[in-house]
């Protein structure tokens, strides 16, 4: 309770100073994991109840971008709407759970709606590219009195203040704040942040998050290979780092083929089967069995640790049906597309790499479901767009 009042407290003092302020304070609670100190549900309940206010007060008093707010709002609606009128309601799944899992998506949503001015964006994305060091740091005195567990798969994986996954979530979207940073700046500070949170997703071990930050580092580092080929000063620290990197890059290979490759067979962690299961129990291919109804099956024991799909393209035809995974994806789609729209023209390649990491690790983890990477990526996906007209109402 004295968290959850904590957390009250400063939030209000922040809100009524600057939302950007409020927004940055949220983000920074979220980065621990309260489940053995306090029930992680209530907090993060609470999170999420915050987190909606606060992005409805930033939009009324910031202002809203009018194009964004009436296509992707209305559209999200229309995706729960027709998920539930064909579910049924059982004694685990109720009305409250289908609301409850539908806030996350419509919080994420709105944020990108939000139409931030220059320095309210540099102030968000700063905090994000963070996170992850955040999550670190305070892991330490909360791990020492153990309230939290610093190291996570079996004590092989960072964890920090965090899940190990949700840690990596953390990681990979500071790849992408900071290298928006780096473009928005051009401070060379930013390119060592990239690399740090690169790092801690490594330690993390958690393949979808590697993968992903690979990916929206490609641009960084084909860079960093042209300069090297024109001065000497980058070439000795790409030879440096190469073989500084030999051991860790060894050893980070070693461990992520156990966790791949078992009896010569890839190891997907339960992922194929859990998948194949969930599409088998669609009762409605069309419109799905209920938005959020996926979480609320916990006495399927064929599912497991599985109440979450980690594929949230399985997860959306499961929940949504065909019809709303299509709606699903039409408005990814456009955010991406906005998002393109990129006041910096440099930024355009790299944005597009950002999308296609979105899409990869959603393929792999619940990008969408969990809070924890939607919305501090739907933070930075509003940070690199282009804003429009929109309306405010002063508070």
Same mark, same amino acid.
């Given at each position: ?43 993060? +309940?609470? =999170?999420?109840?915050?987190? $909606?206010? %606060? ?6 008093? &910031? !202002? ?91 004590? +092989?994986? =960072?964890?920090?203040?965090? $899940?190990? %996954? ?6 990979? &979207? !500071? ?221």
């Amino acid at each position: 309770m004295s968290i959850a009042i904590l957390i009250l407290i400063i939030w209000v003092v922040a809100l009524f100073r600057q939302p950007d302020m409020s927004i940055s304070i949220l983000l920074l609670f979220s980065v621990i994991y309260y489940d053995n100190f306090i029930s992680n549900i209530q907090i993060d +309940l609470l =999170l999420k109840i915050l987190f $909606l206010i %606060t992005f409805i007060i930033a939009g009324l008093r &910031i !202002g809203f971008v009018s194009k964004y707010l009436l296509t992707i709002i209305p559209s999200a609606f229309v995706i729960y709407f027709i998920s539930i009128v064909h579910t049924q309601w059982t004694y685990n799944y109720s009305l409250v759970d289908s609301i409850t899992a539908f806030t996350s998506l419509i919080i994420g949503l709105l944020i990108f709606c939000v139409n931030f001015n220059k320095q309210q964006e540099l102030k968000i994305l700063n905090v994000v590219s963070v996170l992850a060091i955040i999550s670190l740091i305070v892991g330490i005195p909360l791990s020492a009195v153990h309230l939290v567990d610093y190291f996570g798969r079996d004590g +092989l994986a =960072l964890a920090g203040a965090s $899940l190990a %996954t949700n840690l990596s979530f953390f990681g990979t &979207i !500071g790849v992408m704040a900071s290298e928006t940073l780096k473009n928005r700046t051009n401070l060379s500070r930013y390119r060592w942040l990239e690399y740090i949170n690169f790092l801690i997703v490594c330690a993390t071990l958690t393949r979808g998050g590697i993968l992903a930050s690979i990916l929206i580092l490609i641009p960084e580092l084909l860079n960093f290979l042209k300069l090297a080929v024109y001065k000497t000063k980058y070439l000795m620290i790409f030879f440096i780092g190469l073989l500084a990197s030999i051991y860790p890059i060894k050893l980070l290979y070693n461990e992520i083929s156990k966790r791949t490759f078992q009896n010569g067979q890839l190891n997907t962690s339960g992922r194929f089967d859990a998948w194949n299961h969930i599409i088998a129990i669609t009762n409605n291919k069309w419109y799905g069995n209920g938005y959020g109804y996926l979480k609320t099956m916990t006495g399927d024991t064929q599912l497991a640790a599985f109440t979450a799909a980690h594929n949230e393209y399985v997860r959306s035809y499961f929940e949504t049906g065909i019809i709303g995974s299509t709606i699903l994806i039409i408005i990814l789609l456009s955010i991406f597309y906005w998002t393109l729209r990129s006041r910096v023209t440099k930024e355009f390649s790299y944005i597009i790499i950002c999308c296609m990491a979105f899409l990869l690790y959603a393929f792999t983890d619940n990008c969408i479901t969990n809070f924890r990477f939607w919305i501090p990526v739907m933070c930075v996906f509003s940070c690199m767009t282009v804003q429009g007209h929109s309306f405010k109402i002063v508070l």
